[in-house]
Structures are given as C-alpha cells and as structure tokens.
C-alpha cells in the first residue's frame, strides 16, 4: 500500500497548508465565491482522515479494500479537495482547476479515481447512499470501512434521521459518521434558528455508540477515528468552529459562501501564517 | 419460465404486483443471486412475501422511508452494479422519493430499478395521497431512465425481468386490482422500447398503456361494430419510445389517439404530442387520460368514469372526434 502514515504534527503542519490552499481556491474562485467558512472548520477533520486514518493506495486508487470516505457537507470541497492534494492523490497544482468549467474539480461529480466516492450535495442525499454501502459491505465480507461527514446543519434533513435509525438496525459497525458541529448554518447560529441541542445524547438514542470532542484537536480526532465500534455504529461529534483560523471569517454568517478579494486574502494568509 | 393458458388465467388472479413480485422477481433470484431487494414496510404491500420467505437476506427493509429506501439501493449497487429493486407504491417510490431518483438513478445512473405497484386509482378510496397520476411525467423528463407499464399480469412480470437486463435505472409502473383482466392470452414476445401491436385497423390508430390497454382493445371492438376500424398498440415502453410504430401511425391512419391511467400532462400522450409537434402534416392527436384536476374519491372505475377511461366512453370520444 503507497501511502505516507502522518503524526500529529506532520498533520498539524499540513492543516496549515490545507488552509492556505484554501484560500488560494476561494481567491480563485472570483466572483462566484467559495464555501469558506464551512470548509475551515473541517480542515482537522479531513487532514486525519487522509493523513492517519483512512487506508487506500496511491498506486491504485480504485484498490477493493480502500475505506470508502463519503463526504457529506458537500460544499466543503476548499477542505476535502486539499487534503486528497497533499496526501498525493493528485498534484497540489490541480486544486487550481477548481470549480473550472468540466473541469476535475467542478462540481460534486462522483470520481472514484480522485477519491470522489459519491456525488452529493443536496443536503441529506449521502446517509443512505452510505448505509446501503456499509450493508452490502457486511453482505459481500469486504475488509473495509466505510466513513461520511456531515454537517450539524445538514441533520435538520429528516432523511438524514431516517438513515440513522436503518444504520442502528442493521448494526453497521463498520460505519464511522463524523459531524462538523460548528454551531452554524447558512443563517447564523443553529441553536437559535434550530436547536439541535446535544447531539451525541440524540445519537446515544438512536442506537449509536457516540463521542464528542473538540473538532480542532489533533490528537482528540485520531484517537476518536481510530477507535472501531462493536455491534454499533459510531457517531463522532466534532465541536468546531466555522471559519476556523481566519478572525474575520470565524463564526460570521456572511462567508457562508463570499468572495474573498485581494486584501481580505492577504490579510488570511498572514494570519493562517502567523496562527 | 413455464407460461400457458392456464397459468395466465392463474397470473391475472394476482394482479400485477402479485405476479411481478411473486412469480417475475422469484425468477429473477433464482438467475442471479446477486440481486437485492429494498422496501419500506412493503414485503406485503408489494406482494413480497414469498420472495422473504425464500430469501430473507436479499430483502432490505429500509422502514417507512422512501427517501432513504432508494439512497439505500444506490448505496446496495454502487460498489459492484448488482441490480437492486426499490418496491412499494409507485407514489411513493416515485413521488415521496423523487428528488432521490432524480440523484442517484438519473445522475449517477446506478443499477436501480425502481418497481411501483398500485399506479393510477388503484388505491381506490386511500384516494389521492395513494393514486400515482403523474409518475410517468416525473419519471420520463430525466435523462437516462427507462420507464415500463405492464398491461396486464403476464406483461407485469415480463416488465420486471427484462427491467434486470437493462444496465441502468428503470421505472416499472404496475397498476390494476386483484383479478387484472387479460391482455395476452398466449405468450409473446416483449423487448424494451418495441411496442406490441395487439389489433390492425385502418381508421384510427390507439395508443394505450397499463390498464388501458384492455379498455382500448374493447372500445376497439365497439367501433368495429360501427364501422370505425382501430389499430391498438401496447405501449409498454413509454421511454424510450418506439418512434417506428408512431412513423408508421403518423402515415396511415386519419387519428391518432392516446389512452393512459395518468395525467394528460406529461405521460404517454404527452410524449407523443411532443414527437408529433416537431412532424409536417400530422394526423390530429386526442389524448385521453387523467384530465388536470383531482377528481371525487371512490373506486376504480368510479375514477375512470369521471375522465371517461372506460372503454364505452373511449369509443364515445373516438367517435366524437372521428366525425369533427
């Protein structure tokens, strides 16, 4: 298996990077703006996914026993694009193409071939596609584990919730689901427009086995993804913040999707630099 | 597959959905194991019992929850193709789900057929949140689906084997009551996208599908008797659409008219309305149907007599314009 296996402070390194690549994508993106904040508060997130946790093979990126790594929250492609990128599923120069008309990175396109496993979007479309993954994982023996991002938001869809209670049902324990709890939707903070109040309690109910933890932490994240639940599918509650790293993007309801112009650019890189 | 007389007169006992379910997809697992089943509480309402019994490991049921029932069929076929079949109301697995089929069926064109029974007024007085009126026009604007309606028992259960030899999404509308009456009496040939000519007549050419089918053969009969003589054609495939028989109608016969338990908006007629729109000196088209407003609630024929759908009210209406 050609992969680099990445401590914690390589990925820390690399957290960095994948939020200047992010910024370099949302100036790139012009006038038709990027999903910024969204994307910076899951960042740490996807760096230990495809730094540490997820196994696949960079000589053969359609290897059978590769995880299967669904990303809900679609639009945070400014995170999940960046780490494919610094993993080595293809060149850092690519993430320049982003949102380029067919372009590579255009999109939400189901493209096994760069990590794409799905194509989603619409909010609460991937749960099931992912539950119907993971039962006929366990039907067909495979060795592999199958993993999906939501956002906390995204869990308002009812279909999300429907999925829940089937992956309960049928035990899928070979089902990681990550949630960005970053407190926030398009509108402003999800406790005051739609409480979703304690979300590993809800989870813990539904028949999961759940955790939270601090959604920046590098060390809480690899010892949350590496633990392999029994009987149960397992629920991580990521405490995020949305906008993380950038002070005048974090936890501001207007870079939900923005433009980000020359000086604001700028001024995010200093800062990703500097923090 | 044994089909003679006598099991066809069996098969119509079942209706559609008994006979697709209970003899086409036991078929269909025993020539390929690979194929899932996934419902939402359906076993009984799609007639699946025997198919549980016999295969309780190939059915997943996803609960009351159409959305996630089709997400879960995309999720069953993505790593491999296999052929899974979504199965409940055809409201439902088209209705409820829509936007679900529309994503992983027509975009992403995953291996999934979707298999809804009770289509038209079949439930009766559940009335309308049950009667699937306008799933063919869903279903027929996206790309890549392919969409079948079973005349009678027989034609259901060859509609859900030949929708496992099509490599991509298929709809599979399935409509009528216990006791479906009989279309095909003997065996016959049926292909995806070729439509079955059941009766030759010069005059007027009627294109039918699903239950209509048997009701536009009997008004043919009655305008025989008039002296107007009908061409009648099964339109099981509604698309892709067997653009060969329409070239042919379009030349020699003085009407074309079309018949369908759905609504005049969207469905067959609507696809032949389009196909002709882009034709030079066409016969004139009478598309009849469900017309564009929820009728009173009651049962079947009830239904059909209030968008005159029976087969006296379809002879009536041909008549009627045949002399405009």
């Known amino acids: ?275 | 597959m044994a089909i003679n007389p006598a099991l066809i007169k069996a098969y119509a006992k079942l209706g559609q959905k008994g006979a697709a379910a209970g003899i086409g997809m036991m078929e269909l697992a025993k020539r390929d194991p690979d194929m899932r089943v996934v419902v939402a509480d359906s076993v009984a309402i799609a007639s699946l019992d025997r198919f549980y019994t016999n295969y309780p490991d190939r059915v997943i049921n996803a609960g009351i929850s159409e959305q996630s029932m089709v997400g879960i069929a995309a999720g069953l076929s993505s790593e491999d193709g296999r052929a899974v079949y979504a199965c409940t109301y055809a409201e439902f697995v088209v209705t409820r789900a829509l936007e679900f089929v529309r994503h992983n069926l027509a975009y992403h064109n995953f291996n999934v057929k979707l298999v809804g029974n009770s289509a038209g007024f079949a439930m009766e007085t559940l009335s309308i949140s049950h009667w699937a009126t306008e799933d063919i026009a869903f279903t027929r604007a996206l790309p890549n689906m392919t969409i079948l309606s079973a005349a009678d028992s027989l034609e259901a259960i060859k509609c859900v084997i030949a929708a496992h030899e099509v490599k991509g999404p298929v709809y599979v509308r399935l409509s009528g009551l216990l006791n479906c009456p009989i279309v095909y009496d003997k065996d016959f040939d049926f292909q995806v996208g070729k439509a079955n000519v059941l009766r030759e007549g010069e005059d007027v050419t009627v294109f039918a599908t699903g239950m209509m089918v048997r009701e536009a053969l009997d008004a043919a009969a009655l305008l025989s008797a008039q002296g107007v003589n009908c061409t009648v054609i099964d339109m099981h495939t509604i698309k892709p659409m067997d653009t060969d028989c329409l070239d042919k109608a379009i030349q020699s016969s003085k009407l074309l008219v079309t018949v369908e338990e759905h609504s005049v908006i969207g469905g067959l007629g609507g696809a032949v309305a389009e196909y002709l729109s882009a034709k030079t000196n066409t016969p004139r088209l009478v598309r009849i149907g469900v017309n564009d407003f929820f009728c009173k609630l009651g049962d079947l024929r009830f239904c059909w007599e209030q968008h005159g759908l029976t087969a006296p009210q379809i002879a009536e209406r041909i008549t009627k314009e045949i002399n405009k």
């Not at chain 1, 990681?176 to 926030?184: A, P």
């Open chain 1, 1 to 275: 298996m050609n992969r680099k296996r990445l401590n914690e402070e390589e990925i820390k390194a690399m957290c960095k990077r994948m939020r200047l690549h992010a910024m370099d994508m949302a100036l790139a993106a012009g006038s038709r703006g990027a999903h910024v904040s969204g994307s910076l508060s899951c960042i740490e997130i996807y760096a230990v996914l495809y730094g540490a946790i997820l196994n696949y093979d960079l000589d053969n990126l359609l290897w059978n026993d590769r995880d299967r790594f669904i990303a809900g929250k679609e639009h945070a492609r400014l995170a999940e694009f960046p780490a494919r990128a610094e993993m080595g599923f293809y060149p850092v120069e690519v993430l320049n193409s982003f949102e380029e008309n067919d372009g590579l990175l255009v999109g939400h396109q189901l493209k096994r071939e760069i990590g794409n496993e799905y194509g989603s979007m619409s909010l609460g479309m991937e749960m099931s596609f992912v539950v119907g993954k993971a039962i006929i994982a366990k039907q067909t023996q495979q060795k592999y584990h199958v993993y999906c991002l939501l956002g906390d938001a995204e869990c308002e869809e009812g279909s999300v919730w429907e999925s829940f209670i089937s992956a309960a049902h049928y035990k899928l324990d070979n089902l990681t689901v990550i949630i960005d709890r970053n407190y926030m939707s398009v509108d402003g903070n999800t406790e005051e427009l739609m409480a979703q109040l304690d979300m590993q309690k809800k989870m813990e109910a539904f028949g999961w086995e759940s955790v939270t933890i601090d959604g920046h932490d590098i060390h809480q994240l690899v010892e949350a993804l590496s633990h392999k639940p029994q009987g149960k599918p397992y629920a991580i509650v990521a405490k995020t913040v949305k906008g993380k790293g950038v002070s005048f993007i974090e936890n501001n309801r207007s870079w939900h999707q923005s433009v980000l112009n020359e000086n604001q650019y700028r001024q995010a890189v200093e800062e990703i630099q500097k923090g």
